[in-house]
């Protein structure tokens, strides 16, 4: 059976994006990537995450770093956001532009900035859940 990606983060076990972005905010310190992995699965340590996270995490960190991504550059989400027409290679192509686009933000900024980035994310993306 073939899943989107939109399909695959509608299951009930991917996190609330929204909820993962505010937590995600309270460890700014630990930089983007540590605190968007803290936020939503619990820890930083690979061999932790690594028997319990599910598939939809994983796309929940990549949809969560489209929308902080977009943020910062809207080439990132010049394309719309993930939906059923997006491939797992084209998910993949778009996460990593904006993984690419938040870790060059984040050189740049302080940890306080980056707590209001996720903050301000975690708003736009409870708009999206709600309008859903």
Known sequence: MTMSVTELA???????LSRGLREAAKYAGHGPHQALRRALFGTTTFEDFFAVITP???????VALIVVGGMVDPE???????DAT???GYFAQRVGRAHQA?????ATH???????L???AA???RAMEAAA
Do not use: K, M, N, Y
């Open 56 to 62: 939809e995490h994983a796309i929940a960190e990549g």
């Open 110 to 116: 302080t940890s306080e900035q980056l707590a209001h």
């Open 10 to 16: 509608e299951l009930p076990t991917a996190p609330t």
């Open 123 to 125: 708003d736009r993306v």
């Open 118 to 120: 996720f903050e301000a």
């Open 76 to 82: 990132v989400t010049d394309q719309g956001w993930p």
């Open 86 to 88: 997006w491939t797992a």
């Open 102 to 106: 938040v870790t060059g933000w984040a």
